[in-house]
């Protein structure tokens, strides 16, 4: 028996779609979009984002180099911690789910089925928010991604009751606009460093793109998650 009793209408226009988008859409190059999806699913983001921070500006964390910050222990355990709250407790949560029947399958096409993935997501984002706040070692731009995510993944939750959101591009949307603000906030910016922003803007458009090639969402519903993401991120700005 499933958490939620999936809407008729809402299977039979979710299978029309995704029909209408295979007839003209290569195997191939859904496959490929299918590994996209995957590589760039949100629940990674956040240790892209650490890993990311660590070699463009190692300042953030106190230390010269990506390798100091990898080898620090205090860095090192707030990324594990981070791993540990917002990747493997959300994965292991899902498979539960799928297990007792709650969700049909792990791409959570319908909009019912995301209910509850979505308030399991937004209380690990919570707690790992709290946990990383009462460190004072913990860089402030890490402090405020995690912030702008639990406020969208809030915000995204509330727009799923009543319309279906893209996931993918509400973490697209919040990485780049959190990019955007770290880069603006960075006194030490070095020139080399000006590339990571449109090529973060480029892999939000190849998600999106990636998510309408495998008829997961209608462009609205793409648009709508970059929107919550970026709105996000700026909302937290203005707290941290």
Sequence with gaps: MSF???DEQEVQAQNYYKAQVGAVVSPLIQKISRLVSIIFHPIFLVLYIYLMLASINPFFFGKTSFEAVISDKHDFGVLMLLVFLLVLLPLLALS???GLNMISNFSLELRQERIAPYIVLGLSYLIGFMHLNSY???PIVVKLFILGATLAIAMAFFINLFA???IHTVGMGGLVAFILLALLNTSNLNDNDVWVLPVVVAVAGIVGTARRLLGAHQAQ???LGYFVGFFGQ???????
């Design 234 to 240: 700026f909302l937290a700005a203005n707290f941290v």
């Design 164 to 166: 279906k959101i893209s």
């Design 136 to 138: 004072t070692g913990a």
């Design 96 to 98: 539960m789910m799928r």
């Design 4 to 6: 939620s009793k999936p």
């Design 221 to 223: 519903e793409l648009y």
